[in-house]
């Protein structure tokens, strides 16, 4: 069984996607198409910014969305996926190239999802932390005992935790798990604490804009982030897409579930290496490839 993963942000890079812009016509209608529907050329910040353009959380995420979904469109007989999943934003990529929604509608959640996620960090502004090499229980008990807002937020492989809260929140977490025996703890240079209550602002905006879109049911079980678990139900699918604003991203345990599940190999689309690289350190016999550039 083949499962195909797209990544989220923090992949991103400049020139992404020229290539598929340059030699496929399909993949080029469908950029001028996203630069209609987000009302400015994005095509541009992609092909020739500069990283700080591409930094801009409003930026960010359709750069990444539209080279993974653009990117599996134009892959043709090679993406016949048995399974999928997207790490945080990738998840919106995952569903698109499933099937539950369309390549507008998608976009179009994904615009929003990142002006509101933009909003939220302007009020109240808050950060991430990557831990390293200590175990998830650990983590989790340090963020429960500090009196600030911080949680574990991205679960992206085993002893490596990413913690999301307040400036003082962050500070606080990362001295007690340096105490106890964290090799790293690492601040990680993003706009705000994503996948945190910080988000609720966030969340609340979105989720009336996910009922207002239409999903179907995928081709494909969609391992969502919220629950780790293969989902094909359209209402379910528009719960979890809510509750991920504010919830951890649960992907060594996405992983974990699609290797129980009988997947065979992981195929990573879009730009980066990150995903084939969380999937080896969950088990490091399985067999990955990735495609981050036009095919022919």
């Given at each position: 069984m083949k499962a195909f993963v797209f990544p989220g942000q923090g992949a991103q890079y400049v020139g992404m996607g020229k290539d598929l812009y340059d030699n496929s016509p399909m993949a080029k209608e469908l950029f001028e198409k996203a630069n209609e529907i987000l009302g400015f050329r994005i095509t541009d910040l992609m092909f020739e910014g500069t990283d700080e353009d591409l930094k801009q959380t409003k930026v960010t995420q359709p750069a990444i969305f539209l080279h993974s979904v653009i990117l599996a469109k134009t892959l043709g007989e090679t993406f016949k996926p048995e399974m999928t999943a997207g790490h945080s934003l990738g998840e919106f990529s995952a569903l698109v190239?499933?099937?539950?929604?369309?390549?507008?509608?998608?976009?179009?959640?994904?615009?929003?999802?990142?002006?509101?996620m933009q909003k939220a960090c302007e009020i109240e502004p808050s950060t991430m932390a990557a831990i390293v090499g200590l175990e998830d229980s650990i983590v989790e008990e340090v963020c429960q005992s500090i009196d600030e807002v911080v949680v574990a937020a991205n679960y992206n492989c085993p002893g490596q935790l990413v913690i999301s809260g307040s400036f003082a929140g962050i500070d606080k977490a990362c001295e007690a798990l340096t105490e106890k025996g964290a090799k790293r703890a690492i601040k990680l240079p993003v706009g705000g604490a994503f996948h945190s209550p910080l988000m609720e602002?966030?969340?609340?905006?979105?989720?009336?804009?996910?009922?207002?879109?239409?999903?179907?049911?995928?081709?494909?079980?969609?391992?969502?982030?919220?629950?780790?678990?293969?989902?094909?139900?359209?209402?379910?699918?528009?719960?979890?897409?809510?509750?991920?604003?504010?919830?951890?991203?649960?992907?060594?345990?996405?992983?974990?579930?699609?290797?129980?599940?009988?997947?065979?190999?992981?195929?990573?689309?879009?730009?980066?290496?990150v995903l084939q690289g969380l999937v080896k350190k969950v088990d490091r016999k399985m067999p990955t490839e990735g495609f981050s550039t036009y095919q022919g």
């Open positions: 190239s499933a099937g539950a929604m369309n390549f507008e509608d998608g976009l179009k959640l994904v615009s929003q999802r990142a002006q509101a602002p966030a969340r609340t905006e979105l989720a009336a804009a996910i009922e207002a879109t239409e999903f179907n049911t995928p081709v494909c079980p969609v391992y969502q982030n919220v629950n780790a678990k293969a989902v094909t139900d359209p209402a379910t699918i528009k719960e979890n897409l809510v509750a991920q604003l504010t919830a951890p991203v649960r992907w060594t345990q996405t992983v974990q579930n699609m290797i129980a599940d009988g997947v065979s190999s992981f195929t990573e689309v879009g730009p980066g290496k």
